[in-house]
């Protein structure tokens, strides 16, 4: 497995033992997912009360959610319960994903696994905390403003796929200074690189945010540009510590040399 040119793993693995650990991962996950499941089908109710505040806030007191079909509560129950699962069992999925690279380091890069799980576990709940209290009710006032003169009649299913793409494309976006911050470290990027590149950088963050915003107006695609770019240059700061320190220890080790 090779991670970069010139950078051959330490622990060379076969196309089919890659796939054979991937399912393997993957099998981890899933069962940790399912065991985190159950505890929250418990509470199932109140996340979806505290996951509709957002919407609910700009809507006449008592107003609820209606259903088309029977099962619809049901399937919304469940992906609650499983959203819930996910983001209670983050910790242990990045653990899984490191456990699936961790082959492809070498040995001194391998002791990173615990700021790995740790500063993805952070910025995934930092993205999700902010879809949740700074994008999700901006894009929720602005629909219901433009649908003023209508009787809005929300359905459960709908507004959770509504939901679910916010919180979790967010929360993705948030891993962006840990990918720099481990691609630093194994000197695929560099503070420089990502400078000269920004302008590139500019473009991408807002046809992401362009996707995952559920508005076309430009005010919310910038509320999520903008921390996306702050992210960026996070990364910027990261991958300059980085890259200093490497060269710090490159310099001790040449003196030592000689």
């Known amino acids: 497995m090779r991670l970069g040119k010139g950078r051959k793993s330490p622990d060379e693995m076969t196309f089919l033992e890659h796939l054979e650990d991937l399912r393997k991962r993957l099998f981890y996950s899933a069962i940790a997912l399912i065991a985190g499941f159950f505890p929250c089908w418990i509470f199932r109710e109140k996340f979806f009360e505290i996951l509709s505040r957002p919407v609910m806030q700009y809507l006449p007191p008592g107003t609820k959610f209606s259903f088309l079909t029977l099962t619809a509560p049901f399937m919304m129950y469940l992906k609650i319960a499983f959203l819930a699962s996910l983001f209670f069992t983050a910790p242990f999925i990045f653990l899984q994903i490191w456990y699936f690279v961790a082959p492809g380091l070498f040995q001194k890069e391998k002791k990173y696994v615990i700021p790995f799980v740790l500063m993805t576990t952070l910025f995934f709940s930092l993205g999700a905390a902010f879809a949740y209290f700074a994008v999700f009710p901006w894009a929720c006032r602005f629909f219901l403003t433009v649908a003023k003169d209508f009787q809005p ?16 494309g967010i929360a993705l976006v948030f891993e962006l200074p840990t990918l720099i911050f481990f691609l630093a470290k194994m000197e695929l990027v560099t503070a420089g690189w990502m400078i000269r590149n920004f302008k590139y950088a500019v473009l991408v963050v807002f046809i992401v945010a362009a996707v995952i915003t559920p508005t076309p107006d430009p005010v919310t695609q910038s509320i999520v540009a903008v921390p996306m770019l702050a992210l960026y240059g996070l990364g910027i700061l990261i991958a300059l510590v980085v890259g200093r320190g490497k060269a710090k220890a490159r310099r001790a080790g040449t003196e030592t040399a000689g």
């Open 153 to 168: 009649v929300l359905t459960p299913d709908q507004y959770l796929g509504f939901a679910m793409k916010v919180l979790l």
